[in-house]
């Protein structure tokens, strides 16, 4: 069984508070909602009186209805948090050194020396 902070408790409350303010400015009955939603009216009930039990498709199908479908595309859209997180882990990547290659007394002749003073073997 889940359980849910009060905060949680809170938040699906006032979700399901603006839902139901939202049918009652468009004057539709709970019956009238549920039938056009396609679901039951105690789901409707849950809805509005913010159960957590509720399928998230529910209440796609409630806000359709009330032409509100677009809003679930802003859950999670600014993510203040999340973006910090994203930002901190974005920093550019510094190369390690490169190892110098150990070379030989004999290499070091061949080349005349003209390179710096190399690691030898």
């Given at each position: 069984?889940?359980s849910y902070t ?101 290499e070091h002749a ?12």
């Open positions: 069984m889940n009060q905060k949680q408790k809170s938040i699906l409350a006032t979700v399901g508070e603006n839902i139901r303010l939202a049918r009652l400015r468009r004057k539709l009955s709970v019956r009238s909602m549920a039938e056009r939603a396609g679901i039951a009216v105690s789901t409707l009930g849950n809805i509005e009186n913010g159960y957590p039990s509720v399928s998230i498709g529910n209440y796609l199908q409630v806000l359709s209805v009330l032409r509100l479908d677009e809003d679930l595309r802003l859950i999670a859209e600014k993510d203040p948090l999340g973006r910090q997180i994203q930002d901190a882990q974005l920093t550019t990547r510094k190369r390690a050194p490169k190892e110098k290659k150990a070379v030989s007394i004999v061949i080349d005349k020396g003209d390179t710096e003073e190399p690691e030898f073997e």
